[in-house]
């Protein structure tokens, strides 16, 4: 067990829909990560807060949106859905000095139909 | 844009044999990192390696950083089935802590 907390683990959805992600980070990590993983493309960086506030931004189109709130839980939402929205999106969480590890959750296996 | 090539992709051996998967990128990074990812799980760090030229071992396994920290190498010994996985490179560079992954080397030990 990470500590990392991802919600819902699997979620069905219909092309043109909105979903909410939800991440609950390791305790005491001030650093949120999101990635999309597919088989074609791999581990993909979205977006990254850190305390509240965005840090860094990736691959993340603009249908995608994340926020990290003060209780410092994190959601990732992902609107107009398309088909090839269907992958796994993990959040990760780390300390933000030296050279740190970042602690996975188990991820949220998403299938657009 | 930083990019991590790893190779090979697939690798599928018998028990007992040693292998060696690489990862490589045309950037230098300030550290790299080796995760394993087993399936339905997220990635877990195996390693972190940040001087060029460190090597680092891990039971079977020896991690290797490249002189000029642009590659690296990890290599395992006498493989077992509990090796199985899908092993994944990332760097990391500049000043925000952004991983940036390869694609992963997915091995298959073969009892």
């Known amino acids: 067990d990470s500590g990392v907390t991802q919600t819902p683990k699997h979620l069905i959805t219909a092309t043109g829909q909105r979903v909410t992600l939800r991440c609950s980070p390791r305790?005491?990590?001030?650093?949120v990560y999101w990635y999309q993983q597919s088989l074609d493309q791999g581990l993909q960086f979205l977006i990254q807060?850190?305390?509240?506030?965005?840090?860094a931004k990736g691959n993340i189109l603009e249908r995608f949106s994340a926020q990290q709130f003060p209780d410092l839980h994190s959601e990732l939402n992902l609107s107009s859905l398309e088909l090839g929205d269907s992958a796994l999106y993990f959040c990760?969480?780390?300390?933000?000095?030296?050279?740190?590890?970042?602690?996975f959750g188990q991820g949220t296996r998403l299938t657009v139909v | 844009t930083q990019l991590l090539e790893q190779s090979p992709q697939f690798l599928s051996i018998q028990e007992g044999e040693n292998l060696t998967v690489y990862c490589n990128s045309s950037?230098?990074?300030?550290?790299l990192q080796w995760y394993r990812q087993e399936p339905g799980e997220g990635p877990v760090l195996l390693v972190t390696?940040?001087?060029?030229?460190e090597v680092k071992k891990l039971k079977r396994l020896t991690f290797q950083f490249g002189d000029a920290r642009k590659d690296s190498s990890l290599h395992i010994t006498a493989a077992q089935p509990g090796d199985t996985g899908l092993y994944l490179c990332?760097?990391?560079?500049?000043?925000?802590?952004?991983?940036?992954f390869g694609k992963g080397t997915l091995l298959t030990v073969n009892p």
């Open positions: 990760a969480s780390s300390v933000i000095r030296g050279d740190p590890e970042a602690f």
């Open positions: 305790s005491g990590d001030l650093s």
């Open positions: 807060y850190y305390n509240g506030e965005e840090r």
């Open positions: 950037s230098v990074f300030s550290s």
């Open positions: 390696v940040v001087t060029g030229g």
């Open positions: 990332a760097g990391r560079g500049g000043s925000n802590y952004k991983l940036t």
